[in-house]
Each structure stands twice: as structure tokens, then as C-alpha cells.
């Protein structure tokens, strides 16, 4: 025997609670939030703009008033759907796996909205230079929903911590189980 009771075996050491890879994501949430925050906090230093846009009847500043409230819905979705994230995570609730999924493919959807949004801008001013940030950050989000909505749903951390939260915490089920009597015994 190696140091055990005779009949169980030793817990196995398996990924549990916030560390590791999943930090990650949990940086990403936070920055995504404040990113976003910042970003639509810039619309009161054009609220002029903005109020001209949404109260144009017809013309150019009309014609963009989908794109800019499209932006908006967007910017306000990824908020609320970071910041559930965050709750979710520092609460270990299970959910968390459905809610990281909506949210990256939110980050997706509103990058999708704001790569047409540039097109149609450009479309209604043509003088207007092209914004390859633009482009570079639909690239950007699509790599990251890539990347963590498999972890999320694969992750042994994340199942041990979010999902099987007792076994995650009592490190393995396996402590608990008496080991296979050897017939020969």
C-alpha cells in the first residue's frame, strides 16, 4: 500500500474553482464591460450629432439612424451580457456556460452590425476614409468566440467548478468511493 485506507482510492487532483485558463475569460469580461462603457460614453461628446441624427426626417443623417441604433443595441446587449457573465462566474452558478456562449456570439453579432454600420457609412459619406480597426476587430471577436465558447463547454475546470460544484470542491468523487473488492481477497 502506498499511504491509502485499504478500499478507497486517492482523490484524483482535477482543475477547480476561478484560476487557471479560465482568468481568461474573466479579464476579457471586465474589459469588454469597460471597453463598451467607454465607447458609448463618447456619445455625449457628439449628443448633437447624435439628437441631429435621431431627429433628421430625411437625407443623409437619416439614413444613419439604423446603423447608430443598431451600434447602440449592440453596445448595451454586450454589456449586459458581460457583466451576467461576471455575476455568474464569482456566484458559481451553472448557468454560466449558456450565458459565456450568448455572449460571445452577442460579441459577434454587434461586430457583425458595426463592420455593416462602417460599410453604410461610407455608403452615405463616400469622402469618409475606411476604418480597418473596424475590420480587424470582427476578426478579433470571431478568433475569441472560437476559442472560448469550446472552453466553456469542455473545460474540466469549468465543469468542476460550475456544473458538478460538490464533486469540483471535494477535489473527486472517486475520494468517496470504496475501491472494487479484488476477488481474491
Not at 456619445?43 to 430625411?58: N, Q, V, Y
Not at 451580457?81 to 452577442?106: D, E, M, N, R, W
Not at 472560437?146 to 468542476?160: D, G, M, T
Amino acid at each position: 500500500m502506498t499511504g491509502t485506507a485499504q478500499g478507497f482510492t486517492p482523490p484524483r487532483k482535477e482543475p477547480v474553482g476561478i484560476g487557471g485558463w479560465l482568468i481568461l475569460p474573466i479579464i476579457g469580461f471586465i474589459g469588454t464591460l469597460g471597453l463598451t462603457i467607454f465607447n458609448l460614453s463618447g456619445l455625449f461628446k457628439e449628443l448633437d450629432g447624435f439628437i441631429a441624427i435621431f431627429s433628421a426626417t430625411s437625407g443623409q443623417l437619416a439614413e444613419m439612424r439604423l446603423p447608430v441604433a443598431l451600434s447602440m443595441l449592440g453596445g448595451v446587449a454586450v454589456i449586459l451580457s458581460a457583466g451576467a457573465c461576471l455575476v455568474f462566474i464569482f456566484q458559481k452558478k451553472p448557468i454560466i456556460v449558456k450565458a459565456a456562449t450568448a455572449h460571445y456570439l452577442i460579441l459577434v453579432a454587434a461586430s457583425l452590425i458595426e463592420l455593416w454600420g462602417d460599410a453604410r457609412f461610407r455608403e452615405i459619406l463616400p469622402d469618409e476614409p475606411v476604418d480597418p480597426k473596424v475590420a480587424r476587430d470582427t476578426v478579433r471577436v470571431f478568433m475569441t468566440a472560437l476559442i472560448w465558447i469550446p472552453y466553456f463547454h469542455v473545460s474540466k475546470r469549468v465543469k468542476n467548478t460550475f456544473r458538478n460544484p460538490v464533486v469540483g470542491h471535494n477535489e473527486s468523487a472517486s475520494a468517496m468511493r470504496p475501491a472494487p473488492l479484488d476477488a481474491n481477497s
